[in-house]
C-alpha cells in the first residue's frame, strides 16, 4: 500500500470518527483498522464494516422503513454444524450486585401502535416460534422457556413465579374484554386431547396449581383422569 493511500484512508477515518464523537490523533488506527473503516459512511449500515461507538460503548439502532412487506432491520441468523453442540443463542446478560429501581431487564420487546396503528391478524411484542420436524422424536421442546434459577440460600423476594402478567393504563377494559390465555389456530376439541370439551362437572379435585390475582392467592383446581364426574 502506497504512503499517500494510508494517508488518506486514515483520514477518512478520522472523519468518519469524529462525526461519531471520538476524539482520534495521528497514529490511533493502524492499517488494518483503517482498511476496514474505509469507505464507511457515519450515521448509515454498511455491510462486512466495523461499527463505531462512542466511550459509553453504547449503540442506538434507529430504522425507519415504508417498504410493504417483511422488515427485519436486524437479522441473526446461526447454524449449528457440530453434533452435540449447544446454545446457537442471542444472548442477552445483564448483572448487577446494588438494588436497583423499579424494574430490570436482560431483553425487552415492545410494539407500540399509534391512534392508526394496527395489525391485521396476529401483533405480539416478543414472538417465540418452534418448527418441528419428522428428526425430533425424543427430547422436550416449547417455544417459550421459563426457568428460575436459586443458588444455594437464594430468596425469592415478596413474590416469585414462571410468569407474570399485567396491565397497565385502561385495564377496565382488558378486564373486562380480554382472557387470561388464548390457543389459537389448529388447536381444536378432541377427546383426551390438549383440548377436551366435556359436559360433565368436576366435583373432586386431586391437585391444584398456586395463583396470584391483584394480590390475592387463589387455586386453580386439577384432575388426574379425563374422566370427570
Known amino acids: 500500500m502506497r504512503v499517500r493511500d494510508l494517508k488518506c484512508r486514515h483520514l477518512r477515518v478520522e472523519q468518519i470518527l469524529s462525526h461519531a464523537g471520538g476524539t482520534p490523533t495521528l497514529g490511533d488506527l493502524g492499517v488494518t483498522e483503517s ?4 469507505g464507511v459512511t457515519a450515521g448509515a449500515v454498511t455491510a462486512s464494516k466495523a461499527v463505531v461507538v462512542d466511550a459509553s460503548k453504547m449503540l442506538a439502532w434507529t430504522v425507519s422503513s415504508a417498504t410493504v412487506g417483511n422488515v427485519e432491520p436486524l437479522s441473526l441468523t446461526t447454524t449449528l454444524t457440530g ?7 442471542a444472548k442477552f446478560a445483564m448483572t448487577t450486585n ?11 420487546g415492545i410494539v407500540t401502535y399509534g391512534a392508526a396503528g394496527k395489525t391485521a ?9 418452534l418448527v418441528m420436524s419428522a428428526g425430533t422424536v425424543d427430547g ?3 417455544p417459550i422457556e421459563s426457568e428460575v434459577t436459586l443458588g444455594a440460600g437464594a430468596a425469592i423476594g415478596s413474590a416469585a413465579s414462571f410468569f407474570y402478567g399485567n396491565v397497565t393504563d385502561d385495564s377496565a377494559t382488558f378486564n373486562t374484554n380480554g382472557y387470561f390465555m388464548e390457543l389459537g389456530a389448529g388447536v381444536v376439541n378432541t377427546a383426551d386431547g390438549l383440548f377436551d370439551e366435556v359436559t360433565e362437572q368436576v366435583v373432586t379435585a386431586q391437585a391444584r396449581l398456586k395463583v396470584r ?9 386439577l384432575c388426574d383422569t379425563s374422566a370427570l364426574s
Open 121 to 129: 391478524g396476529m401483533g405480539s411484542a416478543v414472538c417465540g416460534e
Open 140 to 142: 422436550t421442546y416449547a
Open 98 to 108: 446494588v438494588a436497583l429501581g423499579g424494574w430490570s431487564n436482560a431483553l425487552k
Open 83 to 89: 453434533p452435540g453442540a449447544t446454545g446457537g443463542r
Open 35 to 38: 482498511e476496514v473503516l474505509d
Open 213 to 221: 390475582i391483584g394480590g390475592a392467592v387463589w387455586y386453580i383446581p
